[in-house]
Every structure is written in C-alpha cells, then in structure tokens.
C-alpha cells in the first residue's frame, strides 16, 4: 500500500465517522424534540392564573399606571407574596401586571409564588422592601425601568414593559 492509499483511507474513516456522529446527533436531537415523554408541558393543576379577573376598581387602577408606576406596584406585590405565599389578592394583582408572554414563560410552576421568584431571579425578598426607579425609557408601546431593589448592596433590575390592549404589563426582567 502506498501512501497515496493510506492517506485515502484516512480521509475516508475520517469522513465516516463524521458522518457517523451526525447521525447519531440527528437522531438524538429528533427523538428529544418528538418524544412526548421529554417535552415540558402546562400542568393543569398548576396554581399559576393565565386568566386574570380583578375587582373592577381594582383593574381601573392598575389600567391606569405608567411604566414606571407599573413597576413599582409589581413589586410591591411581589414582596407581599415573599413574606406571605398565600397571599392570592396580591397573586393576581402582581399577575395582572405579567404580559401574556410573561405569564406563559412561567406556566410550568407548580407555586405562584416560587414562579414569581424564577421570574425576578430572586430566591429572597430585599430586605428594604423598597423600589428606587432609575431610569424609563419609552418607544411607543415598548418601555425598559431600571429599578433598584435594596439588599446588603443595590441590585438594578431591568424590567422590560410592552402595552397589551392600553395595560402596560411586565414582559421580562434582566439583571
């Protein structure tokens, strides 16, 4: 054998078993994406409200809210639910101001308020209780609030706003 022959050979396995770990790849990537059993799928059990029905004095209130305003109650709301889980008042006010996407992002929790937390990234309410807006910044129906959220040292939040049907409602929030 010459090593014209060899190097072919080489290049050959080689090309195989690229070939081979694509397949096996594909098959992997197809058998977790069709396979009932490894999707994550809405509980219907699940405590976490899509459909929100408040007081209507209530509703008039949080419609009424700007950006800034909106971020404010969200977290007053979501630290009533910290220090009390089965606050359900506060659940649905504070889920009255999540977006459709937000409140879908979230649908798999079993506890309103431990989805809450996953949400906000937070495992702990602030110890201060209290929200100092920084910043809002406004392009017609999209709004960003840099809050800040008093621990043992400031943490800034970044909460990202959009206007479903004149609410504005939380759509995600970043660090």
């Known amino acids: 054998m010459n090593m014209r022959q060899i190097?072919?050979?080489k290049s050959s396995l080689f090309t195989n078993i690229l070939a081979f770990f694509f397949l096996l790849?594909?098959?992997?990537?197809?058998?977790?994406?069709?396979?009932?059993?490894l999707k994550i799928k809405n509980k219907t059990s699940s405590s976490i409200p899509q459909e929100i029905n408040l007081e209507s004095s209530k509703e008039s209130e949080l419609k009424n809210l700007s950006p800034e305003e909106?971020?404010?109650q969200f977290s007053q709301r979501f630290f009533e639910i910290l220090a009390d889980p089965e606050n359900q008042q506060s659940i649905e006010e504070a889920y009255f101001l999540l977006s459709t996407a937000g409140r879908q992002s979230i649908s798999y929790f079993e506890s309103s308020s431990s989805a809450l937390?996953?949400?906000?990234?937070?495992?702990?309410?602030p110890p201060n209780k209290e929200v100092?807006?920084?910043s809002v910044s406004q392009i017609q129906d999209k709004a960003t609030v840099e809050a800040v959220w008093q621990y043992s040292s400031p943490i800034s939040k970044y909460f990202n706003l959009v206007l479903e049907n004149g609410?504005?409602?939380?759509?995600?929030?970043s660090r």
């Open 25 to 37: 790849s594909a098959f992997g990537l197809g058998y977790y994406y069709w396979h009932p059993s």
């Open 167 to 173: 609410i504005w409602k939380i759509d995600f929030i």
């Open 7 to 9: 190097e072919e050979q």
């Open 132 to 134: 100092v807006v920084k």
């Open 117 to 125: 937390a996953s949400f906000c990234s937070v495992q702990a309410p």
């Open 70 to 72: 909106t971020v404010q």
